[in-house]
């Protein structure tokens, strides 16, 4: 089993910058990632990233702006976020998949593992 908890999310206007965090505990999984969903938006992908870190992906919306990262020592997980514009607003959740699982999925429903999400809006 793995628990999950975001903090980091708020209010901030549109060209900032902001750093999102996951505190993970259980047996940690391979794959780590962090999904969105806007108001009246299904969950999307946001970037994903594997065990070692030297292996990313990241959704075209946030490619270059986007980084994602892990500690595995201090079982954390980041998301730091540049130029951050008003469609970025969500709640963004991290994601973990199955133990065994090493391949990264964008789909949302082959992750087992979400945290209750933290709001982020971005003002124009």
């Known amino acids: 089993q793995v628990q999950l908890v975001e903090s980091g999310g708020g209010l901030v206007q549109a060209g900032a910058s902001l750093t999102l965090s996951c505190a993970i505990s259980g047996r940690p999984s391979s794959i780590m990632g962090w999904f969105r969903q806007a108001p009246g938006k299904g969950r999307e992908f946001v970037a994903a990233i594997n065990w070692s870190g030297d292996f990313t992906s990241y959704a075209d919306s946030v490619q270059g702006r986007f980084t994602i990262s892990r500690d595995n020592a201090k079982n954390t997980m980041d998301l730091s976020m540049n130029n951050l514009k008003p469609d970025d607003t969500a709640i963004y959740y991290c994601?973990?998949?199955?133990?065994?699982?090493?391949?990264?999925?964008?789909?949302?429903?082959?992750?087992?593992?979400w945290g209750q999400g933290t709001r982020l809006t971005v003002s124009s």
């Open positions: 994601a973990a998949r199955a133990a065994a699982v090493t391949v990264i999925n964008r789909s949302p429903s082959q992750w087992r593992y």
